[in-house]
């Protein structure tokens, strides 16, 4: 089936426009300005950057610059639901791994949980990556997209 007919313009909106470039300021900001990335996105200011963990930062942007070829680029020259939902679930799998180096970060799932403790970033970043998370679980599980009366494909 096509995701072009079946998959509801907004999530593809999101999927191929909204996350790819959401995801390049991630790029930019891992190989140019690795010292704002783990006390403002991963240790909620407990952990402090040192320039020698420099190649762990360039290491993660070239995962981020993959993960936005594959929304950015890749997805949208594929229409074919079935590409598109293994595309998202291996997505998923970097998502897991982000909530979990934020709760990591964060002192553990009890520091990363104590929501009393946020602040106006913490907030944000972690609702716009649980909204774009969201998006692609739709995405894998079929929510809102026409045509599930077949037998879904993952």
Known sequence: MKATTTIPRPLRFIITTIEPCTTLYGVYVGLFRPEVLMPYYFSRGTIAYTPDTKCLYTQLAGLWALFAFILGVLLPSVDDVVFWRRACLGC???????FYAMSEGGGGWGGFLNFATYTAWDWYTLLASVALTLVRFMVVLGVGVKGEGEKKKI
């Open 92 to 98: 998923l799998l970097v998502d897991v791994s982000y």
